[in-house]
């Protein structure tokens, strides 16, 4: 079993910055890759970024813009979100997969947080 919890969501203006973390445990956490996911109202779970065995990958929306970083000793998964635009507002998932080639594919996570919203205004 893996637990995770996102925190750092909040209301920014377009142009800011906003680093989410996620906190990973469970006594097989570290065999898990992680990723983040993001969901806006009508729309369906998009990708933003993951990290598997010291790979980062990103979501196409967000390359250049968002930094995937993994902290094993603090049991941790932080997304740097930077140049943040009104098109990032949308309620963010961390979540746990043992799929280590498709971190982008939300159908393979076997477990998720509950999720931290975050409104970019314009």
């Known amino acids: 079993q893996v637990q995770l919890v996102e925190s750092g969501g909040g209301l920014v203006q377009a142009g800011d910055s906003l680093t989410l973390s996620c906190a990973v445990s469970?006594?097989?956490?570290?065999?898990?890759?992680v990723g983040w996911f993001r969901q806006a109202p009508g729309k369906e779970r998009e990708f933003v970024a993951g990290t598997s065995r010291g790979n980062k990958y990103y979501g196409e929306s967000v390359k250049g813009r968002f930094t995937i970083s993994r902290d094993n000793a603090k049991s941790s998964v932080s997304l740097e979100m930077n140049s943040l635009e009104p098109e990032d507002t949308a309620v963010y998932y961390c979540?746990?997969?043992?799929?280590?080639?498709?971190?982008?594919?939300?159908?393979?996570?076997?477990?998720w947080g509950q999720g931290t919203q975050v409104t970019v205004s314009t």
């Open positions: 979540g746990a997969t043992l799929d280590y080639l498709r971190v982008n594919n939300a159908r393979t996570y076997n477990y």
């Open positions: 469970g006594h097989t956490s570290s065999r898990f890759a």
